[in-house]
């Protein structure tokens, strides 16, 4: 080892000090961004580990934090599947993943995206995040990636103690054919007898789709609101229109 190597520090101690600048939203930005430069060319998992969380902060201007954010996206695209470990990491612990998620999408080709996010909503699911953020967030993200594992998966948060769980999955789910995702999300307006908002927005949903709630209408129609009602088939209409 070197004199230089000495006083430098271990990679560990390096990534460290690196990090703690990256996430530091006030001051020159060029500190900032100059220690996302050095992260990345580290390359190393630990190192790209700690570049990400710069999406951890929002910096002002937005313009700015747009641009440092836009690079590191660009950087980790680029250098390709080695960036799939941390990304992966990242997406599971921390609550601002609508980036790293990103990146992974633009890594990894549809079934790959299906099978990894897959995994990821199954771990948020058996070991659900401090806030709902992440997981409402990545679900909202899927409309073009299925695989029958992922909508599977997808379903359990129809019955998410959060609300804005539900609400993405209904999302996601009625991006699929009426016969395969009807059932489930009526179940889950059955389901959500206290959550108005829930109900509301299947109701809402079903009237724009124009799906229908066959199989259902005794308990759709008993808990209508005033301002809905059904049609012979059995479709959401609203009262007057």
């Not at 998620?101 to 199954?122: K, S, T, V, Y």
């Not at 889950?188 to 959550?195: I, L, Y």
Request: aromatic share 8%.
């Amino acid at each position: 080892m070197d004199l230089w190597s000495i006083f430098r520090g271990s990679p560990e101690k390096q990534i460290e000090r690196l990090r703690k600048k990256v996430k530091e939203p006030h001051g020159d930005a060029s500190v900032r961004q100059n220690a996302s430069v050095r992260l990345f060319e580290m390359g190393t998992e630990p190192a790209i580990r700690a570049l990400l969380d710069r999406y951890t902060i929002t910096v002002s201007p937005s313009v700015q934090d747009e641009v440092e954010k836009q690079d590191i996206y660009n950087w980790l695209v680029g250098l390709g599947r080695k960036a799939v470990p941390p990304l992966i990491d990242f997406i599971k612990t921390e609550r601002a993943v609508h980036w790293p998620a990103r990146i992974l999408q633009g890594i990894l080709d549809p079934e790959e995206q299906a099978e990894e996010f897959n995994r990821i909503l199954d771990h948020m699911w058996k070991n659900p995040p401090a806030s709902a953020i992440p997981k409402n967030q990545l679900i909202r993200m899927l409309d073009d990636v299925y695989s029958p594992e992922l909508d599977a998966t997808v379903r359990k948060f129809l019955h998410d103690d959060d609300d804005d769980a539900r609400l993405a999955a209904i999302h996601y789910l009625m991006g699929r054919p009426e016969e395969e995702s009807r059932e489930a999300i009526l179940e889950c307006f059955v389901d959500s007898e206290d959550r108005p908002r829930v109900r509301m927005r299947i109701l809402e949903l079903f009237m724009e789709k124009g799906w229908s709630v066959r199989g259902f209408r005794p308990v759709i129609e008993e808990s209508l609101p005033e301002s809905f009602s059904l049609t012979r088939e059995g479709k959401i209409r609203r009262v007057g229109s």
